[in-house]
């Protein structure tokens, strides 16, 4: 019975000393790129660098040589796109860097449009 005492009062001690509130670490993603996806998804995935890499195919000849994306915040208002900040492609697979500086942290959607109007998507969870 004396063990007993002394085990509920090590597991009360231990549970007192342990932080349940804080924050898990999450990996970031500075140098993979991420592959688009055909729907917006609810799981974002996490960035903490300066630039969204991502993996673009083209299929089509793309006439002007330049990407069409939008990125929107979670108000679903366009904060970034290529009226804003180019980004050359070409035809066949593209590994994409889109710069973004001017995006404060928090939940963006990256939504790729190709020749035909065809769209792709990215979530993802930008930190500082």
Do not use: W
């Amino acid at each position: 019975m004396k063990y007993l005492h002394l085990f509920f009062c090590l597991v009360l001690l231990q549970s007192c000393s342990t932080s349940y509130n804080s924050v898990p670490k999450v990996a970031s993603n500075m140098d993979d790129y991420i592959q688009l996806e055909d729907n917006i998804t609810t799981h974002p995935r996490y960035l903490n660098g300066r630039h969204l890499r991502v993996i673009y195919q083209e299929n089509y000849n793309d006439q002007d040589g330049k990407l069409e994306y939008k990125i929107f915040n979670q108000k679903q208002i366009v904060v970034q796109s290529n009226v804003t900040q180019t980004v050359a492609v070409k035809y066949g697979k593209n590994k994409i860097d889109i710069p973004l500086n001017n995006l404060s942290s928090g939940i963006y959607v990256l939504e790729v449009i190709n020749e035909k109007g065809v769209k792709r998507y990215l979530t993802f969870l930008k930190s500082v």
